[in-house]
């Protein structure tokens, strides 16, 4: 039976959502007086306070924004499983040198984080807040012409339904003599803490479990490629990068994956609503090759 693992890589913001075109006006300008600029700036700036406000008062943020890694789990192994029911993250210490002991302060809190991330927003905002994020949400998607909700919709059919993307998905074709694995991944330019705030504001979080998103704040997008080719090492393990920006344009050309450019402006290819897996799976043949093709010839991507 032939195994086959479909590994995507989301960028987020400006693909999955808006926010910077919303704060400087870009993205309203671009339909040229239909859409109101102030409107979208306004909104913007909510959501940025949303996002800082959460950051700062759940997830440690002020104590850790000069500590940004890569991923969570990068610190596990200074963690030594004390119980941190009673621990006071206030009067630790925690701070500069980065030593031994700061590691272990620092994979403390990102523990708490994975915890927190994992119960999701409804454990830890008032219902005020909660009925301010929703509100707020379904401005935005209104105002976006439902970018935020067609982006989740596309996630949730390239992971075939599945909830669970850590383990992935498992499907067969109407032969039944190919199975597919399906991972969605998220590599973000932004720094982890906000970076994870934003997957639980924008309802991405059921989508992108914890151990699934990068932050390549501080080493490059190409580096978490690599990270992830290792992760999802297979012969038979299929990549594509969807995002908006030239560094994971130029990482994806460097790692011989399929590239996705997203574009939010009105007139262009690709965009949310509109893209579809069956788009993804396009680019994915067009590098490497149907299902019937020769192996040659689906390791051989196309010249740029």
Not at 38 to 61: A, P, Q, R
Not at 145 to 153: E, I, M
Not at 265 to 290: A, E
Request: charged share 25%.
């Amino acid at each position: 039976m032939d195994r086959k693992m479909n590994v995507y890589i989301w960028d987020m913001d400006e693909t999955l959502i808006l926010l910077k075109s919303l704060i400087n006006g870009t993205y309203a300008e671009a339909f040229n007086g239909s859409k109101n600029v102030h409107s979208g700036v306004e909104i913007g700036t909510m959501w940025e306070n949303h996002i800082l406000k959460i950051c700062d008062d759940h997830f440690f943020y002020e104590q850790v924004e000069n500590c940004n890694m890569p991923y969570l789990d990068v610190m596990k192994q200074y963690d030594d499983g004390r119980d941190l029911t009673d621990y006071d993250f206030n009067k630790d210490g925690f701070g500069p040198p980065n030593d031994d002991l700061n590691k272990k302060r620092l994979a403390y809190r990102h523990r708490v984080v994975e915890q927190k991330y994992k119960k999701g927003l409804h454990s830890i905002l008032d219902q005020d807040m909660i009925k301010s994020w929703i509100e707020l949400y379904d401005i935005t998607d209104s105002y976006t012409d439902l970018w935020f909700s067609a982006a989740r919709t596309c996630l949730e059919q390239c992971a075939v339904g599945n909830r669970d993307l850590a383990t992935s998905t498992v499907s067969t074709n109407d032969a039944g003599d190919t199975i597919f694995q399906h991972v969605n991944i998220l590599v973000t330019s932004g720094s982890l803490i906000p970076s994870l705030v934003k997957c639980l504001l924008f309802r991405l979080d059921d989508l992108f479990p914890s151990e699934n998103v990068y932050s390549s704040w501080e080493v490059g997008k190409l580096q978490c490629f690599s990270w992830i080719k290792e992760r999802f090492s297979g012969p038979n393990v299929q990549f594509c990068v969807i995002g908006d920006g030239w560094e994971e344009c130029n990482a994806a050309e460097s790692m011989r994956w399929p590239f996705v450019q997203i574009d939010p402006r009105p007139s262009s290819l690709h965009r949310f609503p509109g893209l579809t897996p069956k788009d993804l799976g396009h680019y994915i043949s067009v590098v490497y090759g149907d299902c019937d093709e020769s192996d040659d010839d689906k390791l051989t991507p196309p010249d740029h």
